[in-house]
């Protein structure tokens, strides 16, 4: 790898070597409960300079136009976690936003622009994260911008759950247009078509296409054919792609847990929440999620005992709740199939059994 070197511009960010104040500042950076896990001991912040410092690690101080800290991106091997399975040849990356820029919707593109930065230095053939398995947010950024999870482990020292996610660095997650909502958008051939690759499927649109919402609602005008996982389906007339696409995204990341859509809590604690389903499909309908992101049952994180107990907490607390606990309920765990919600969860349904 060559050395950082000077500056460097991408996105609204100024990417700048690591330089001694910046170091000490981020050292003493505070985040609130649950992330702070990443804060800095009182003991080891002349270490974690040192660390921030040394010319091996590569950090950048980010800052923006007015020269204004506002987060650190290190590439190479000190963004490892001890105990995980690094075998594979990749660029890992890290870092992080200062607290008060944190939950506002700056990750994608904060760490968009730092991966541009990275390959315009060392040209990796594949980026590699890990992040905290408790920390979903950061989950759903690196996901959002095309990584995948490859492994999952328990750190050596701090004996918490990582996973590690990988994406080829010349990946076309990279090379297109991000909604908001995360839905990635391919460049568009309007020559009487529009090719759509989103997360319900490519969609093949001749006629007029109307955004009707920022996760891409549309009024379609025309024929309209959807190559989706459920099969190729021939519709005309509108088609609201919001309401189409709720079963192929993970709504409960996306929507409830940023708080996009408001939900009726029944029970929740740290790793948990319950809520009325806003759509539902019985008299009683209650949704149990993770707040971490795990992609369903399959997925090692769902192994977690502490997970599991508190998931069957919020099951016995709603059911006492609504009293469904004399009336009868049963419990739905859809999984690893077409149109499910790529995000673990169980759905309390009653009055009665089917």
Request: proline share 6%.
């Amino acid at each position: 790898m060559t050395e950082l070197g000077a500056a460097e511009r991408a996105g609204e960010w100024l990417f700048c070597p690591m330089d001694e104040a910046c170091a000490r500042e981020i050292a003493l950076w505070c985040y609130p409960p649950p992330y702070s896990f990443y804060n800095c001991p009182a003991d080891a912040i002349e270490d974690e300079v040192r660390c921030l410092l040394d010319s091996d690690h590569r950090y950048w101080a980010v800052k923006e136009e007015c020269g204004e800290l506002v987060g650190f991106v290190g590439v190479g091997d000190d963004c490892r976690v001890p105990g995980g399975d690094y075998s594979a040849g990749a660029l890992d990356v890290g870092g992080g936003l200062r607290p008060d820029r944190t939950g506002r919707g700056l990750g994608a593109a904060f760490w968009r622009a730092a991966l541009e930065v990275a390959l315009r230095r060392y040209a990796p053939e594949t980026f590699r994260v890990t992040v905290a398995a408790f920390n979903g947010r950061a989950l759903r950024v690196w996901e959002r911008l095309g990584f995948r999870r490859v492994d999952s482990f328990e750190a050596h020292e701090a004996g918490v759950p990582f996973v590690i996610l990988v994406r080829e660095a010349a990946s076309p997650a990279s090379q297109h247009q991000l909604w908001e909502d995360g839905t990635s958008v391919r460049a568009a051939h309007l020559r009487g078509a529009l090719h759509l690759g989103s997360p319900a499927g490519a969609v093949h649109l001749r006629g007029a296409l109307h955004p009707a919402s920022r996760a891409g609602a549309a009024h379609l005008r025309g024929a309209l054919h959807l190559a989706s996982r459920l099969g190729a389906a021939h519709l005309r007339g509108p088609l609201h792609l919001r309401e189409k696409s709720m079963a192929y995204r993970d709504w409960f990341c996306e929507d409830v847990l940023s708080g996009k859509i408001e939900v009726t809590k029944v029970w929740e604690d740290e790793r948990v929440l319950a809520f009325h389903h806003p759509r539902p499909k019985a008299k009683v309908h209650v949704v149990v999620i993770p707040k971490a992101h795990v992609s369903g049952l399959l997925d090692p994180l769902a192994l977690d005992g502490a997970l599991l107990i508190s998931m069957l907490q919020a099951i016995q607390h709603s059911a006492r709740a609504l009293g469904l606990d004399k009336a009868g309920f049963y419990v739905r765990a859809n999984a690893a199939a077409p149109g499910v919600t790529p995000h673990m969860h169980w759905h309390i349904m009653g009055p009665g059994v089917p």
